[in-house]
Nanobody, 122 residues
Framework: QVQLVESGGGSVQAGGSLRLSCAVS?????LAWFRQAPRKEREGVAV????????YYADSVKDRFTISQDNAKNTLDLQMNSLEPEDTAMYYC??????????????????WGQGTQVTVSS
């Protein structure tokens, strides 16, 4: 069984930074961060797979966010820089045990954390 527990959310002003972390237990191959703003669909933000050798980002966060995993500590992190009010959302850690072909599609991930809120004020 896979369990995911996020931490690190909070409030920050535009231009600031936050780091999210997700404690991962159980075997996983693909790990991702998703977010969901009020009245919007859940969207993929960043993905890491193949033991951390490969990453993929949504265009909206490319060059601002960095996904990483620490296999020794079993954690997944998301470093978020140059935050914008549009980044305000509940952020979720997600996992799959195998290869995911549509990396940013939430339906391809079986395991989810409970979410952590990120609020960016202008």
């Amino acid at each position: 069984q896979v369990q995911l527990v996020e931490s690190g959310g909070g409030s920050v002003q535009a231009g600031g930074s936050l780091r999210l972390s997700c404690a991962v237990s159980g075997y996983t191959y693909t790990l991702a961060w998703f977010r969901q703003a009020p009245r919007k669909e859940r969207e993929g933000v960043a993905v890491i797979y193949d033991g951390g050798r490969s990453t993929y980002y949504a265009d909206s966060v490319k060059d601002r966010f960095t996904i990483s995993q620490d296999n020794a500590k079993n954690t997944l992190d998301l470093q978020m820089n140059s935050l914008e009010p549009e980044d305000t959302a509940m952020y979720y850690c997600a996992a799959a045990r195998g290869t995911v072909f549509r990396l940013l599609s939430p339906g391809n991930y079986k395991y989810w954390g409970q979410g952590t809120q990120v609020t960016v004020s202008s």
